[in-house]
């Protein structure tokens, strides 16, 4: 009786486990050969964007929406479900860092090039020298690759650029008698700092109440590469030989005191400190500024305004001023799952592959040498953009830390704006500070291998 | 024998205990494996209906969560608002009391305490629409003035950036006042407005309850969203209200516009809707004020959660309880069972035991019986041999062959008495004893005892008083062979018992006489012998016992008078009782019960030889009789016997001759056969049948007597039924023949 009953029990417990193993083989031979799935998370932050090779594409979402549908329901390694988020440009970096090791966790990240470098120092950005083919490799000119690298591997990949420039409203140079200055031709002109004291001086008598001659704001770290480029005025690399901001020199500390001169001359709106680049563009767009910033995607809403608008490049004291160069392009995260990295890569390489969605870049100043002269008889504009390119610098400096080197730069603005303090002072502080932070990224620095 | 029928009943008791328990148990079983499948399904019911009451309470309570977390962050907007309302207007009545002279020192000041507010911009609007901001920009916007004149003093708003292409953000919250008037070079200021980051609200929400699942939005009358409704939302999901719960299905029989007309009367109210495949809870309350709802939900499955950890917890105390419970009532169950089997064991084993001992007792009763049978059979037996040895020498000597015979004859009366005694007992123990009433005489049943008796009387010169005066009926029904065995037991016990010159009274007394017919007699027996001891007399009727055996006493018995004479007794219906001491002397008072009725007296004792001789019947002689018999020496008393009654005899040894020797004799041959039963070859029943079916009927139908040395009533029917006339024991009684062959032989 002992023994049957052992003999059932055993029986029974050997049937069990051979369920079990049965099962488990063949969960695992479905789940072998079931295509893996797969949530891909792209985010970018609010671009204005226009593409001549499609109109209804007006910023970077539009963008990445009409790829990711495309590339969902035409991807046959895996079921990918592609989710692109826009989020605000001063909360984007936030929701980047905050959603790490969420299943919210970006996997690709389209952004201007200074805002996302940061990311490759964290280690969770990965190379994408294997995605990068000869072709594509040679239809974006190595200006752009140069700015991808780093230690010798590719971390971004450029889509287009934008090229900030200075821009002027005709009309009221007209009406403050600049007509000399002002250029017929789509160019973007270059004007020496004499020439820009006569305009500024003219433009601060001659305007109307209310009516201010030149942008300056301090509120908040928006904007803060062009007061960057101010600083370059006088002839200041603004940068060392180590990357490290350098301005307690002669050139840097005379370019603080030339714009310490032009708020005093009431060159700039009064306590512009309290002002944001959006309340300048919203003077400019008013009438109520005469030279603020533009670029190829903000010319569009200018002229729907109804201004007309000349380009001129940042001061320099040697007569060829300087543009602010916005590469923007793609970076892929890791975040541990190695198909969700392989479909990330595959993302972009669909991008680089797919001339539809390669020429939607076409509008901009697109990296893709081939884009560029399928559209360039639509691309009229963008020319001028092309042949400024050499007047473009690093504003960066290629630091690891350029988002903590933002948040601390534009309160010594401030101060410089206030007046409170002396040239070497505030040159003395902005290098003390922001170092600081360039030292620190320099510190926690790793890359991904 | 009581002590065994006893013994059976009680193994018939046991017997039946078990295959009873068995069957219990199988019904124990089953009543609780139902007990618990009907506990189970009751326990399955309350449960569900506990959880289904239990989740309706958790819901309504979360909901009353929700609806003061909702209360809380409304509170907290209004506070917020409230600091900005009161920061603008002091602003503009900061800026009114001023009394700036331009517009550009106005606007000037206006940046600079613009940056208390931590917002975007502030802005003066004017009674015809033209907004003076922070910024310095001064634009015209009538729409915003239509907007917010309708809002009395104080208002907030949700408006889209028209600088969205430029400015980032998508949306603005607009927090203003309506300010005391004042005009600075013709522009009439009545507004104070300031601009804000749509999430401005955000932070003061509770947006982490219910463990962050818990969402909490502001809505406006036309279903905008004020504030995202999720903090992780992104721009491009910020859309409308009820645009977000066209996909949704709505329950309770709430439809958009319904909720549209609820939101528009300032109603406070609940729904529940799925979206999704998830199941939400979601409420809404107005703010007072402003034209605001606010808005929560939580998914049901957070309420589910709540209530099923709650529930979880609950289920596994209730499911223990039960299984508790249920080990509890098995172990007690099983212990009982366990017990009562133990106790039955303990009760089977005490029985068995006591079985077990009677039978040692029995056992050993049986062996000293068998001892003491072996002694006392042997010494009649060896006197029989002994007797007829020395007659054989002296056969010349007619009296002393005579003395020897007479010897023997004695010898051979009491074996036979012995083994009559052996015999009534297994008749008793086997309920084969039968009361055989007929009409009797007590007084001459009395009277042939005391001839009985009266040689032994006389033999050991004791002094017998047979008192039967007192008996007014004296013809009764009885078995006059049962009342002799009873009596002359008794009396030859005391005639044993009591030395010589001893006395026995013998004394018989019609007690009394009950109304159908029945006398009650006592039979009382004293004797002046050596007693019994008191621990003999608990066992003086039980078989095989006796208190001094045979050679101890050198007097002999079988052991099982006594116990004979009680079951007679009882048979009849009596009882019997006994005084005795030790050396005093011994009573017996037997009373037995008797139907009234004349009695013819009969007798059925072995003729002694003086009765051998009586005269034979002349039709007898000539007869010739078929002897079947396998015993040599049975078939030469029987010859011996027959032959000296005048009958021809002629011997077979088994059946199968007989039956051969009678088909082929004449018919008429012989006149009757004696067939011996249990012989070698062919029995006698089976020699009978074949006989009965001969072709001759003369031969066929010609008498036959059974001839055993058992006379038991089954004996004398298997005869019957086997064909044969009649039924004769051994030794043959003479009269009984002679009785018996008158019968057959006349018919």
């Given at each position: 009786?002992?023994n049957?009953?052992?003999?059932?029990?055993?029986?029974?417990?050997?049937?069990?486990?051979?369920?079990?193993?049965?099962?488990?083989?063949?969960?695992?031979?479905?789940?072998?050969?079931?295509?893996?799935?797969?949530?891909?998370?792209?985010?970018?932050?609010?671009?204005?964007?226009?593409?001549?090779?499609?109109?209804?594409?007006?910023n970077?979402?539009?963008?990445?929406?009409?790829?990711?549908?495309?590339?969902?329901?035409?991807?046959?390694?895996?079921?990918?479900?592609?989710?692109?988020?826009?989020?605000?440009q001063?909360?984007?970096?936030?929701?980047?860092?905050?959603?790490?090791?969420?299943?919210?966790?970006v996997?690709?990240?389209?952004?201007?090039?200074?805002?996302?470098?940061?990311?490759?120092?964290?280690?969770?950005?990965?190379?994408?020298?294997?995605?990068?083919?000869?072709?594509?490799?040679?239809?974006?000119?190595?200006?752009?690759w140069?700015?991808?690298?780093?230690?010798?591997?590719?971390?971004?990949?450029?889509?287009?650029?934008?090229?900030?420039?200075?821009?002027?409203?005709?009309?009221?140079?007209?009406?403050?008698?600049?007509?000399?200055?002002?250029?017929?031709?789509?160019?973007?002109?270059?004007?020496?700092?004499?020439e820009?004291?006569?305009?500024?001086?003219?433009?601060?008598?001659?305007?109307?109440?209310?009516?201010?001659?030149?942008?300056?704001?301090?509120?908040?770290?928006?904007?803060?590469?062009?007061?960057?480029?101010?600083?370059?005025?006088?002839?200041?690399?603004?940068?060392?030989?180590?990357?490290?901001?350098?301005?307690?020199?002669?050139?840097?500390?005379?370019?603080i005191?030339?714009?310490?001169?032009?708020?005093?001359k009431?060159?700039?709106?009064?306590?512009?400190?309290?002002?944001?680049?959006?309340?300048?563009?919203?003077?400019?767009?008013?009438?109520?500024?005469?030279?603020?910033?533009?670029?190829?995607?903000?010319?569009?809403?200018?002229?729907?305004?109804?201004?007309?608008?000349?380009?001129?490049?940042?001061?320099?004291?040697?007569?060829?001023?300087?543009?602010t160069?916005?590469?923007?392009?793609?970076?892929?995260?890791?975040?541990?799952?190695?198909?969700?990295?392989?479909?990330?890569?595959?993302?972009?390489?669909?991008?680089?592959?797919?001339?539809?969605?390669?020429?939607?870049?076409?509008?901009?100043?697109?990296?893709?040498?081939?884009?560029?002269?399928k559209?360039?008889d639509?691309?009229?504009?963008?020319?001028?953009?092309?042949?400024?390119?050499?007047?473009g610098?690093?504003?960066?400096?290629?630091?690891?830390?350029?988002?903590?080197?933002?948040?601390?730069?534009?309160?010594?603005?401030?101060?410089?704006?206030?007046?409170?303090?002396?040239?070497?002072?505030?040159?003395?502080?902005?290098?003390?500070?922001?170092?600081?932070?360039i030292?620190?990224g320099?510190?926690?620095?790793?890359?991904h291998? | 024998?009581?002590?065994?029928?006893?013994?059976?009943?009680?193994?018939?008791?046991?017997?039946?205990?078990?295959?009873?328990?068995?069957?219990?148990?199988?019904?124990?079983?089953?009543?609780?494996?139902?007990?618990?499948?009907?506990?189970?399904?009751?326990?399955?019911?309350?449960?569900?209906?506990f959880?289904?009451?239990?989740?309706?309470?958790?819901?309504?309570?979360?909901?009353?969560?929700?609806?003061?977390?909702?209360?809380?962050?409304?509170?907290?907007?209004?506070?917020?608002?409230?600091?900005r309302?009161?920061?603008?207007?002091?602003?503009?009545?900061?800026?009114?009391?001023?009394?700036?002279?331009?517009?550009?020192?106005m606007?000037?000041?206006?940046?600079?305490?613009?940056?208390?507010?931590e917002?975007?911009?502030?802005?003066?609007?004017?009674?015809?629409?033209?907004?003076?901001?922070?910024?310095?920009?001064?634009?015209?916007?009538?729409?915003?003035?239509?907007?917010?004149?309708?809002?009395?003093?104080?208002?907030?708003?949700?408006?889209?950036?028209?600088?969205?292409?430029?400015?980032?953000?998508?949306?603005?919250?607009?927090?203003?006042?309506?300010?005391?008037?004042?005009?600075?070079?013709?522009?009439?200021?009545?507004?104070?407005?300031?601009?804000?980051?749509?999430?401005?609200?955000?932070?003061?929400?509770?947006?982490?309850?219910?463990?962050?699942?818990?969402?909490?939005?502001?809505?406006?009358?036309?279903?905008?969203?004020?504030?995202?409704?999720?903090?992780?939302?992104?721009?491009?999901?910020?859309?409308?209200?009820?645009?977000?719960?066209?996909?949704?299905?709505?329950?309770?029989?709430?439809?958009?516009?319904?909720?549209?007309?609820?939101?528009?009367s300032?109603?406070?109210?609940?729904?529940?809707?799925?979206?999704?495949?998830?199941?939400?809870?979601?409420t809404?309350?107005?703010?007072?004020?402003?034209?605001?709802?606010?808005?929560?939900?939580?998914?049901?499955?957070?309420?589910?959660?709540?209530?099923?950890?709650?529930?979880?917890?609950?289920?596994?105390?209730?499911?223990?309880?039960?299984?508790?419970?249920?080990?509890?009532?098995?172990?007690?169950?099983?212990?009982?069972?366990?017990?009562k089997?133990?106790?039955?064991?303990?009760?089977h084993?005490?029985?068995?035991?006591?079985?077990?001992?009677?039978?040692?007792?029995?056992?050993?009763?049986?062996?000293?019986?068998?001892?003491?049978?072996?002694?006392?059979?042997?010494?009649?037996?060896?006197?029989?041999?002994g007797?007829?040895?020395?007659?054989?020498?002296?056969?010349?000597?007619?009296?002393?062959?005579?003395?020897?015979?007479?010897?023997?004859?004695?010898?051979?009366?009491?074996?036979?008495?012995?083994?009559?005694?052996?015999?009534?007992?297994?008749?008793?123990?086997?309920?084969?004893m039968?009361?055989?009433?007929?009409?009797?005489?007590?007084?001459?049943?009395?009277?042939?005892?005391?001839?009985?008796?009266?040689?032994?009387i006389?033999?050991?010169?004791?002094?017998?008083?047979?008192?039967?005066?007192?008996?007014?009926?004296?013809?009764?029904?009885?078995?006059?062979l049962?009342?002799?065995q009873?009596?002359?037991?008794?009396?030859?016990?005391?005639?044993?018992?009591?030395p010589?010159?001893?006395?026995?009274?013998?004394?018989?007394?019609?007690?009394?006489?009950?109304?159908?017919?029945?006398?009650?007699?006592?039979?009382?027996?004293?004797?002046?012998?050596?007693?019994?001891?008191?621990?003999?007399?608990?066992?003086?009727?039980?078989?095989?016992?006796?208190?001094?055996n045979?050679?101890?006493?050198?007097?002999?018995?079988?052991?099982?008078?006594?116990?004979?004479?009680?079951n007679?007794?009882?048979?009849?219906?009596?009882?019997?009782?006994?005084?005795?001491?030790?050396?005093?002397?011994?009573?017996?008072?037997?009373?037995?019960?008797?139907?009234?009725?004349?009695?013819?007296?009969?007798?059925?004792?072995?003729?002694?030889?003086?009765?051998?001789?009586?005269?034979?019947?002349?039709?007898?002689?000539?007869?010739?009789?078929?002897?079947?018999?396998d015993?040599?020496?049975?078939?030469?008393?029987?010859?011996?016997?027959?032959?000296?009654?005048?009958?021809?005899?002629?011997?077979?040894?088994?059946?199968k001759?007989?039956?051969?020797?009678?088909?082929?004799?004449?018919?008429?041959?012989?006149?009757?056969?004696?067939?011996?039963?249990?012989?070698?070859?062919?029995?006698?029943?089976?020699?009978?049948?074949?006989?009965?079916?001969?072709?001759?009927?003369?031969?066929?139908?010609?008498?036959?007597?059974?001839?055993?040395?058992?006379?038991f009533?089954?004996?004398?029917?298997?005869?019957?039924?086997?064909?044969?006339?009649?039924?004769?024991?051994?030794?043959?009684?003479?009269?009984?023949?002679?009785?018996?062959?008158?019968?057959?032989?006349?018919?």
């Open positions: 009786m002992k049957k009953k052992i003999v059932v029990i055993l029986s029974v417990v050997i049937f069990l486990l051979v369920l079990v193993i049965v099962g488990f083989l063949c969960f695992n031979y479905i789940k072998k050969n079931e295509k893996p799935k797969v949530t891909l998370n792209i985010k970018t932050p609010n671009i204005a964007m226009n593409s001549v090779a499609d109109s209804s594409i007006n970077s979402f539009d963008f990445l929406q009409k790829v990711a549908n495309a590339f969902s329901s035409s991807y046959k390694e895996a079921e990918v479900t592609v989710n692109v988020v826009q989020h605000e001063t909360k984007i970096d936030d929701e980047i860092t905050e959603s790490f090791g969420t299943s919210d966790a996997d690709v990240l389209y952004r201007e090039y200074f805002n996302m470098s940061k990311y490759i120092h964290t280690g969770k950005v990965v190379p994408l020298d294997d995605i990068i083919s000869e072709d594509i490799r040679n239809d974006i000119s190595t200006n752009y140069e700015n991808s690298t780093l230690n010798g591997k590719t971390y971004m990949i450029p889509y287009l650029g934008y090229q900030n420039t200075l821009c002027y409203n005709k009309k009221l140079f007209k009406e403050a008698g600049l007509d000399k200055y002002i250029s017929s031709e789509d160019i973007i002109q270059n004007w020496t700092l004499d820009w004291e006569e305009i500024l001086s003219t433009l601060q008598k001659r305007l109307p109440e209310n009516t201010y001659p030149m942008m300056m704001y301090a509120k908040d770290y928006m904007g803060d590469t062009h007061i960057m480029t101010l600083l370059r005025s006088h002839g200041s690399s603004f940068f060392d030989e180590n990357g490290r901001i350098k301005l307690t020199t002669k050139e840097g500390i005379d370019a005191k030339w714009l310490m001169d032009y708020n005093q009431g060159y700039f709106p009064t306590n512009s400190e309290n002002l944001e680049i959006n309340d300048c563009s919203k003077l400019f767009h008013n009438g109520q500024l005469a030279i603020f910033m533009n670029n190829i995607a903000l010319n569009p809403g200018v002229l729907e305004d109804g201004l007309e608008v000349g380009n001129v490049n940042f001061p320099s004291i040697t007569g060829n001023g300087f543009n160069t916005f590469i923007t392009g793609f970076e892929v995260f890791d975040n541990g799952d190695e198909n969700k990295i392989k479909v990330a890569k595959d993302f972009i390489k669909f991008i680089y592959q797919t001339d539809e969605f390669l020429d939607l870049s076409a509008g901009q100043i697109p990296s893709s040498k081939k884009v560029y002269e559209y360039k639509k691309l009229s504009s963008v020319t001028k953009y092309i042949q400024n390119s050499e007047n610098w690093n504003f960066t400096g290629n630091n690891p830390n350029w988002r903590d080197v933002r948040e601390v730069f534009y309160p010594n603005i401030k101060d410089l704006l206030y007046g409170q303090m002396s040239a070497e002072d505030i040159a003395k502080k902005i290098e003390e500070t922001c170092n600081e932070k030292d620190k320099y510190l926690n620095s790793k890359l291998e | 024998m009581p002590n065994n029928t006893v013994k059976k009943k009680k193994d018939r008791k046991i017997y039946k205990t078990k295959a009873q328990q068995k069957r219990l148990q199988i019904i124990r079983n089953i009543l609780l494996v139902f007990l618990i499948i009907i506990l189970l399904i009751i326990a399955g019911i309350a449960f569900w209906l959880y289904s009451y239990f989740t309706d309470r958790v819901i309504y309570s979360s909901i009353h969560n929700m609806e003061e977390i909702s209360e809380h962050d409304k509170k907290s907007i209004y506070a917020s608002l409230e600091y309302w009161m920061a603008g207007e002091s602003i503009g009545t900061e800026i009114r009391q001023s009394k700036y002279k331009d517009i550009k020192t606007l000037t000041n206006l940046n600079i305490k613009g940056q208390s507010l917002g975007i911009d502030i802005a003066l609007v004017t009674e015809d629409g033209k907004v003076y901001n922070s910024n310095y920009s001064v634009s015209e916007d009538k729409q915003l003035l239509e907007s917010i004149s309708n809002l009395g003093d104080r208002f907030v708003l949700r408006k889209d950036n028209p600088d969205y292409k430029t400015d980032y953000r998508k949306e603005l919250l607009l927090v203003g006042s309506k300010l005391q008037p004042f005009t600075i070079e013709g522009n009439k200021f009545t507004y104070i407005v300031s601009y804000y980051d749509i999430d401005l609200l955000q932070d003061e929400l509770k947006i982490d309850s219910f463990d962050g699942q818990g969402y909490s939005s502001v809505i406006d009358s036309d279903g905008n969203f004020i504030v995202y409704i999720n903090k992780n939302n992104n721009l491009f999901k910020r859309d409308n209200f009820y645009d977000r719960l066209n996909n949704a299905k709505l329950k309770d029989g709430f439809t958009i516009q319904k909720l549209k007309d609820k939101i528009a300032k109603e406070s109210f609940n729904i529940e809707y799925s979206l999704n495949g998830k199941e939400y809870i979601m809404l309350t107005p703010m007072q004020e402003i034209d605001w709802y606010f808005v929560m939900y939580v998914p049901k499955v957070v309420f589910e959660q709540r209530s099923s950890s709650l529930l979880r917890i609950f289920t596994i105390l209730i499911a223990f309880i039960l299984i508790v419970t249920v080990l509890v009532i098995y172990l007690l169950f099983r212990n009982r069972s366990q017990k089997l133990m106790e039955i064991d303990i009760m084993r005490d029985q068995l035991q006591g079985a077990l001992d009677l039978a040692k007792q029995a056992n050993n009763s049986k062996t000293n019986f068998l001892n003491n049978m072996s002694h006392d059979i042997r010494t009649p037996m060896n006197a029989i041999i007797f007829t040895t020395l007659a054989s020498k002296h056969i010349d000597d007619k009296e002393k062959v005579k003395d020897y015979l007479e010897k023997t004859m004695q010898s051979s009366n009491h074996l036979l008495s012995l083994i009559n005694d052996v015999l009534d007992m297994s008749r008793i123990e086997s309920g084969k039968n009361i055989d009433e007929k009409e009797n005489n007590i007084k001459d049943i009395i009277k042939q005892i005391e001839n009985i008796v009266q040689a032994d006389d033999a050991k010169q004791l002094e017998l008083e047979v008192d039967s005066t007192n008996i007014p009926h004296e013809n009764i029904y009885c078995d006059k049962r009342i002799n009873i009596l002359l037991n008794l009396l030859s016990n005391s005639i044993k018992f009591t010589n010159k001893g006395k026995i009274l013998f004394k018989i007394v019609e007690k009394s006489v009950s109304k159908n017919g029945y006398g009650l007699y006592e039979f009382r027996i004293k004797d002046t012998g050596i007693g019994m001891s008191s621990d003999y007399l608990k066992e003086l009727f039980e078989p095989f016992t006796r208190e001094r045979s050679t101890v006493s050198g007097i002999q018995g079988t052991g099982l008078g006594m116990s004979i004479t009680k007679l007794v009882d048979m009849m219906g009596g009882n019997i009782s006994v005084k005795s001491k030790v050396n005093q002397g011994t009573e017996f008072i037997v009373n037995l019960k008797f139907k009234l009725q004349e009695i013819h007296k009969e007798e059925n004792t072995i003729n002694n030889l003086e009765n051998i001789n009586d005269k034979i019947e002349d039709k007898f002689v000539g007869k010739r009789i078929l002897l079947v018999e015993n040599a020496m049975n078939r030469e008393i029987a010859t011996e016997y027959l032959q000296d009654f005048g009958f021809l005899v002629e011997n077979v040894k088994n059946g001759e007989a039956c051969d020797i009678l088909q082929n004799s004449k018919p008429g041959y012989y006149d009757l056969v004696l067939m011996d039963i249990q012989m070698p070859i062919m029995n006698g029943y089976e020699a009978t049948k074949i006989i009965r079916k001969f072709e001759n009927k003369d031969i066929a139908n010609i008498p036959i007597l059974a001839m055993t040395a058992n006379a009533e089954e004996d004398k029917r298997s005869a019957i039924e086997a064909g044969m006339n009649g039924h004769l024991a051994k030794p043959i009684d003479i009269v009984e023949f002679k009785n018996i062959l008158k019968k057959i032989l006349n018919k």
